[in-house]
């Protein structure tokens, strides 16, 4: 868009070259004869330049240059003297012209000044431009924005360090130190970085704010820099983290995949190894002991797949084996005495989904035929039907049975495990991944606290030391009936060894040392270091568990790290 100018004199000779030059130099421009109707035109118009005769017919220039400063005050104003007047002049650029041009003015001068000034406008409106988006941004953020100079007296804040920080306006121009809302650990976040001179970030730093105790921040803080590259402050910028952190906390509190509770290396390796099935419809076979949790890696198969269809559980050990064919494959009217009606089988009923085979090492020789031939076409027959029923289903089969043993007595056949083996995920018994057991505790005593209506905190510090100590033949179906037991006995809200089964108990006679007992202030401080304040893996990393670190931190005064 071409610069818009006024130009003000009330000689109309002058008027007429001054706007030709300009229009010849691509400007746009409005005259204006006398003070008035300038005035008129400045307060209707926005203008890039404003060129004035300093006598204005009885009036002073200097009153529109005083005028023009408070209305368009980025607006150059080009003053022109008509008698040479040094002094007017100067009084004129020291109240803010941009420039003057003494009479008679040349073209050339005129032309050159001019552009100068119209540059200078330009140069002005993108700085207001970029200032005015840098405090939009500053104001709308959700992160608070704080910058100090270097003796930490605050220069600027935004409206969210007030929400934040509780930094009110009228901390400005004072040291931040006089904010007293907060534990101000930012401090030394700002302080490392004036004094080094590079950014420095922190993450997780619990504020401590009045009313906000839980209130968890990650800080950012760079140096800021004057025009010769002097370091003459900071800005902080601080982050609220609570949700997330809560949200981790609750995660690596809970240390669980898809409803499996264990973080050892091997549950670790089973994690991912479930992740990466997700989305390929391979058959896998769980195996592992019995009450070691294969169906609920059945249902974590299920889950992290997304199949859209649903997950379909049988127990092949609990059903006859005619039962069981008609259960999975279906029938059709009339196909055996008492099939009175079609009945949809398993199989088509899991379509789309997941179809869990449980105890799978116990099926006949005819069952496993006929599952094979379901495995290797994917098509069902209905007992009583020749018609096959296509299918789309994923088979996880399970068992606590060593299926090579009974391939080598003949009892199993060898096609269909190569079949169902395409990847095994066998389950470490409890006794392999004893680290497990303070988080499996505490997960027990909250499901069984929502299923009983209880309020059991935790077991004692002995209990666990005899939970550790054990063998598990039972694995984690057994500590759920230990746990239960102790529910049941226990009267208070923490579980004593007293209430512990029998054949527990008297294993704890050798007198266990609990994993907690020897724990103390100091290794909880270095744990909790080591960790970065997260409390969970802390108890993890000292063997106890998540209720006996928190109670420990309590009892010991432990502030957060
Ligand atoms: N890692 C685990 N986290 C939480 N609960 C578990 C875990 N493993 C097993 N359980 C619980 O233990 C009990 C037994 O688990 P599940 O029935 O899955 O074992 P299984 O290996 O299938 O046993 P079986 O071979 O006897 O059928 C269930 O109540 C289950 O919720």
């Avoid at 104001?139 to 509780?166: E, Y």
Wanted: a negative charge; charged letters at 25%; proline letters at 3%.
């Amino acid at each position: 868009m071409s610069p818009q100018v006024l130009v003000v004199d009330d000689e109309t000779t002058s008027r007429n070259i001054f706007s030709s030059f300009l229009k010849k130099d691509g400007c746009q421009v409005i005259n204006a004869s006398t003070f008035d109707e300038a005035l008129a035109f400045i307060d209707e118009h926005s203008f890039d330049l404003i060129l004035s005769d300093i006598l204005l017919d009885g009036k002073n220039g200097i009153e529109l240059l005083e005028y023009v400063k408070k209305a368009q005050p980025s607006c150059p104003v080009i003053m022109v003297t008509g008698s040479p007047s040094v002094h007017s002049a100067t009084e004129a650029v020291r109240l803010g012209a941009y420039d003057y041009l003494s009479k008679p003015v040349h073209g050339q001068e005129l032309t050159r000044v001019s552009r100068r000034a119209l540059k200078y406008k330009q140069l002005a409106d993108e700085q207001q431009e970029t200032k005015a988006n840098l405090e939009a941004i500053f104001r709308s953020v959700q992160d608070a924005i704080i910058t100090v100079d270097s003796q930490f007296k605050v220069l600027a804040i935004n409206d969210a360090a007030q929400t934040l920080c509780g930094i009110t306006k009228e901390t400005l121009g004072k040291n931040l130190s006089a904010h007293q809302l907060c534990a101000q650990k930012c401090f030394d976040t700002i302080a490392e970085t004036i004094a080094e001179k590079h950014p420095t970030s922190v993450e997780h730093i619990h504020c401590d704010c009045k009313g906000k105790r839980d209130q968890v921040v990650s800080l950012h803080c760079s140096p800021l820099y004057n025009a010769k590259g002097a370091c003459y402050g900071a800005v902080l910028v601080v982050r609220d983290n609570t949700r997330l952190y809560t949200l981790e906390q609750s995660l690596q509190g809970a240390q669980s995949f898809h409803k499996i509770v264990g973080s050892s290396p091997k549950m670790q390796e089973i994690y991912g190894l479930i992740e990466r099935l997700a989305d390929a419809p391979t058959t896998v076979l769980v195996t592992g002991e019995s009450g070691t949790g294969k169906e609920l890696i059945a249902a974590a198969i299920h889950e992290a797949g997304h199949r859209k269809g649903p997950l379909v559980t049988v127990n092949c050990a609990a059903l006859s084996e005619n039962l069981l064919e008609s259960e999975l494959f279906g029938h059709v009217k009339g196909a055996f005495t008492g099939a009175v009606t079609d009945k949809v089988g398993r199989f088509v009923a899991a379509d789309g989904g997941t179809i869990f085979l449980d105890e799978i090492g116990d099926i006949s020789a005819q069952m496993q035929t006929r599952l094979l031939r379901v495995l290797q076409e994917k098509v069902v027959e209905r007992v009583g039907d020749i018609k096959g029923i296509p299918v789309d289903v994923r088979v996880v089969a399970a068992t606590n049975r060593n299926l090579k043993k009974r391939i080598e007595s003949g009892e199993f056949r060898e096609d269909l495990f190569f079949r169902l083996n395409v990847v095994n995920i066998d389950l470490p018994p409890l006794r392999n991944r004893k680290t497990d057991i303070p988080a499996l505790v505490d997960h027990l005593i909250d499901k069984l606290n929502i299923r009983l209506n209880r309020n059991i905190q935790d077991v004692s510090e002995e209990v666990l030391g005899i939970l550790m100590a054990y063998d598990w033949p039972g694995n984690i179906r057994e500590l759920e009936h230990c746990i239960e037991h102790a529910f049941i006995l226990c009267r208070g809200t923490r579980v004593e060894a007293s209430h512990l089964p029998a054949e527990l108990t008297l294993v704890s006679h050798e007198k266990i040392p609990s994993a907690s007992s020897s724990v103390d202030a100091e290794a909880i401080r270095s744990a909790l270091s080591k960790t970065g304040g997260n409390k969970a893996k802390a108890a993890r990393l000292l063997g106890i568990s998540r209720r006996t670190i928190y109670r420990k931190i309590d009892e010991f005064g432990i502030d957060d790290i």
